[in-house]
């Protein structure tokens, strides 16, 4: 009974110590309560006219979804701006006519970092990636919903794990 006890209470005692200021999405945003995310304009040469703000947005959402943080317009302790540098469709695999079996879409984008609270954390990097498709599909509707949905998914979970998880 004393051993069961006194295990409870370690595991009690250590449970304040390992909670800080981390959330369970292994991110920790320190002492900053704001967080400012600027439109990302699309500088690619190819460009398509959605990508900017449902890049924009889906960066927001992530940040207001695993965090605590308010989303401000100005002034943010934390704070993000960039562009959509590369928006680029490439055949990856040919049928036996010499049309594509498999297309790739690819997004880059570049994120300037500032931590107002601790400029160390400051940064300037492109992250990116792609999404394949069939072919003989046009990437319109459906097809480039769901080519964004995993593009923007890796996209503004790399900026998060930069930017506060330090990964």
């Known amino acids: 009974m004393k051993n069961t006890l006194f295990g ?4 009690l005692l250590l449970i304040p110590v390992g909670c800080g200021v981390y959330s369970f999405t292994g991110g920790s945003t ?9 439109y990302f ?3 690619a040469i190819l460009v398509e006219p959605t990508l900017s703000q449902s890049f924009t947005v889906a960066l927001q959402d992530l ?3 695993q965090t605590n943080l308010k989303l401000t317009d100005a002034g943010g302790d934390l704070h993000f701006e960039g562009e959509i540098t590369q928006y680029r469709i490439t055949p990856i695999a040919a049928t036996a006519e010499q049309t594509a079996a498999q297309n790739r879409l690819t997004v880059s984008v570049r994120v300037r ?14 992250f990116s990636f792609y999404s394949d498709y069939d072919g003989s599909l046009q990437l319109t509707g459906s097809v480039l919903e769901a080519a964004y949905d995993d ?5 503004t979970q790399d900026v998060f794990n930069a930017a506060v998880a330090k990964w």
């Open 8 to 11: 409870l209470a370690c595991i």
């Open 30 to 38: 320190g002492d900053a309560k704001t967080i400012q995310i600027d």
């Open 41 to 43: 304009p699309n500088t």
């Open 63 to 65: 940040f207001l979804r």
């Open 113 to 126: 970092y500032y931590n107002r609270l601790n400029e160390e954390d400051n940064f300037e990097q492109t």
């Open 151 to 155: 593009i923007f998914e890796r996209i």
